[in-house]
T-cell receptor
Framework: DVKVTQSSRYLVKRTGEKVFLECVQD?????MFWYRQDPGLGLRLIYF???????EKGDIPEGYSVSREKKERFSLILESASTNQTSMYLC???????????FGSGTRLTVV | GDSVTQMEGPVTLSEEAFLTINCTYT??????LFWYVQYPGEGLQLLLK?????DKGSNKGFEATYRKETTSFHLEKGSVQVSDSAVYFC??????????FGKGTHLIIQP
């Protein structure tokens, strides 16, 4: 089975800290995505990447950046964490087309 | 832009009841449609999909039919179990920019 592994299940960070959320997939998927999930808002796309070193903004990229130096790893960076970035963050990957996405278990980030 | 609307719930049913979760969408062109399920403490899992009009996706007793004329993809199951308690997300893939999700429907099945 494809596995998407997110490095932390729970994180607590302070306002203003630089935060790195890591995601690794083991099936050589080209496409990787970062979503945030909030009650009443569902999932919203932050950034995605179709290849190494490329990135595209999703619907809510403000306050975030990403890095994809290797095909299997896609990192989400909060340059200066703020309390409104407290959320569940979900990473996903897919081979593309109409194949389904494989999601990681999520990282619940709390910014205090 | 693309959007997905689904009943938010919570939806509470008794075991063995019939389930319908409504989903309608707005998209240009001919999107592919998906249902995902999220069990407590986990990420989302693909439940079923349909890629063209009148296709029926099915899995684990769940079904959904792609209805282009009503722009709908309602999820149904004939007899739900307590283990079906989860959050269900309807989603579409219109183009290359990732999936667009609905807000999720929390389903609670009581024994």
């Amino acid at each position: 089975d494809v596995k998407v592994t997110q490095s932390s299940r729970y994180l607590v960070k302070r306002t203003g800290e630089k935060v790195f959320l890591e995601c690794v997939q083991d099936m050589d998927h080209e496409n990787m995505f970062w979503y945030r999930q909030d009650p009443g808002l569902g999932l919203r796309l932050i950034y995605f990447s179709y290849d190494v070193k490329m990135k595209e903004k999703g619907d809510i990229p403000e306050g975030y950046s990403v890095s994809r130096e290797k095909k299997e790893r896609f990192s989400l960076i909060l340059e200066s964490a703020s309390t409104n970035q407290t959320s569940m963050y979900l990473c996903a990957s897919t081979v593309g087309g109409d194949y389904g996405y494989t999601f990681g278990s999520g990282t619940r980030l709390t910014v205090v | 832009g693309d959007s997905v609307t689904q009943m938010e719930g919570p939806v509470t049913l008794s075991e063995e009841a019939f389930l319908t979760i409504n989903c309608t969408y707005t998209a240009t062109g001919y999107p592919s449609l998906f249902w995902y399920v999220q069990y407590p403490g986990e990420g989302l899992q693909l439940l079923l999909k349909a890629t063209k009009a009148d296709d029926k996706g099915s899995n684990k007793g769940f079904e959904a039919t792609y209805r282009k004329e009503t722009t709908s993809f309602h999820l149904e199951k004939g007899s739900v179990q307590v283990s079906d308690s989860a959050v269900y997300f309807c989603a579409l893939r219109g183009g290359a920019d990732g999936l667009t999700f609905g807000k999720g429907t929390h389903l609670i099945i009581q024994p």
